[in-house]
């Protein structure tokens, strides 16, 4: 599986940007598909995941009712509308998908892409 994360940007305060992910190979509906980020000198971090088969979406606090997490099984496209971003949003964006099914850690995932830089100017 490949991942190919585009829709990064700088973008002002307030603002909405929308990041999609191009996979290709197998993706199965036991798999889960996820956003992390990483802010220049911070660990990466969870930001919203969603089940490919069911659709359910999971987020993290710090996200939770600005971002939301779809994804068009048909075109194998993960999206992430960000709205109402912070300064603290800015960091590298990446996809990633996880075969166990684990929602939320780093080690559950294995597969990433390249990551896209978002940067929110106060």
């Known amino acids: 599986v490949q991942l190919q994360a585009s829709g990064g940007g700088l973008v002002q305060a307030g603002d909405s940007l929308r990041l999609s992910c191009a996979a290709s190979?197998?993706?199965?509906?036991?798999?889960?598909m996820g956003w992390f980020r990483q802010g220049s000198g911070k660990e990466r971090e969870f930001v919203a995941s969603?089940?490919?088969?069911?659709?359910?979406?999971y987020y993290a606090d710090s996200v939770k009712g600005r971002f939301t997490i779809s994804r068009d099984r048909a075109k194998k496209m993960l999206y992430l509308q960000m709205d109402s971003l912070k300064p603290e949003d800015t960091a590298v964006y990446y996809c990633?998908?996880?075969?166990?099914?684990?929602?939320?850690?780093?080690?559950?995932?294995?597969?990433w892409g390249q990551g896209t830089q978002v940067t929110v100017s106060s």
């Open positions: 190979g197998n993706i199965y509906s036991s798999h889960v």
């Open positions: 990633a998908i996880s075969r166990t099914g684990g929602l939320r850690l780093v080690t559950d995932y294995n597969y």
């Open positions: 969603i089940r490919w088969g069911t659709g359910s979406t």
